[in-house]
């Protein structure tokens, strides 16, 4: 079995100001994991994954992620956020073991004021 | 670059009645999934698909058929539908098993009266 936590569902931050959105998960393999964000009235786009190799996984839009095992989290960052980064959010693993369907979490929508 | 397609963005129908939703990738990707997104629920996975002829169940299939003749199309039916699946449905699909990612289509958001 696998399965994600987010633990926020929503996260406001300041323009400029640091973003981190959080997750943990739970898979019985080895974990592939993967943020994507969804736009309004939008389908969901990849923004970055950790499959094996350095922990801090850098990808779309200026956002990283950093691989905590012993931990089992996976937590989005981005430096400085801006007003556009507006959206929701998900983190999703896969057992890369055993499996090719991805668990999903909940969402956290993140607001960047101006 | 088409992508992948849904169609229709957006229906209402009676409850009773089948619907089908449809999905087009143009990636010739051999992996497809459906899901769908409820407020609080994130995403659930309904069937999804290895290759032309091959499909499996996901976390809530119950009252959904799929079906998949050819590796670029994968309908999702409901065959009586009913409010509960008043939903927003995501196609995907995966070029490969292992480390790749799903690509979205941009939903068809269902409500059923």
């Known amino acids: ?114 | 670059d088409a992508g992948i397609t849904q169609s229709p963005r957006y229906k209402i129908t009676e409850t009773g009645r089948q619907v089908t939703l449809m999905c087009h990738q143009t990636w010739s990707h051999s992996y497809m999934f459906w899901y769908r997104q409820d407020l609080g629920h994130g995403l659930r996975l309904i069937y999804y698909s290895a290759a032309a002829d091959i499909t499996d169940k996901g976390e809530v299939p119950d009252g959904y058929v799929v079906s998949r003749s050819k590796t670029e199309n994968f309908p999702l039916t409901l065959e009586s539908a009913t409010r509960s699946q008043t939903s927003v449905y995501f196609c995907a699909s995966s070029t490969g098993f292992s480390s790749y990612e799903q690509y979205f289509g941009p939903g068809t958001r269902l409500t059923v009266t």
Request: with cysteine; glycine share 8%; proline share 4%.
């Open chain 1, 1 to 114: 079995a696998q399965s994600v936590a987010q633990p926020e569902d929503q996260v406001n931050v300041a323009e400029g100001n640091p973003l981190t959105v959080k997750c943990t998960y739970s898979v019985s393999g080895n974990p592939y994991l993967f943020w994507y964000v969804q736009y309004p009235n939008r389908g969901l786009q990849f923004l970055l994954k950790y499959i094996t190799g350095d922990n801090l996984v850098k990808g779309s839009y200026g956002f990283e992620a950093e691989f905590n095992k012993s931990q089992t989290s996976f937590h989005l960052k981005k430096p400085s956020a801006l007003v556009s980064d507006s959206a929701l959010y998900f983190c999703a693993v896969r057992d890369g073991d055993h499996d090719y369907k991805l668990s999903f979490g909940a969402g956290t929508t993140v607001t960047v004021r101006a």
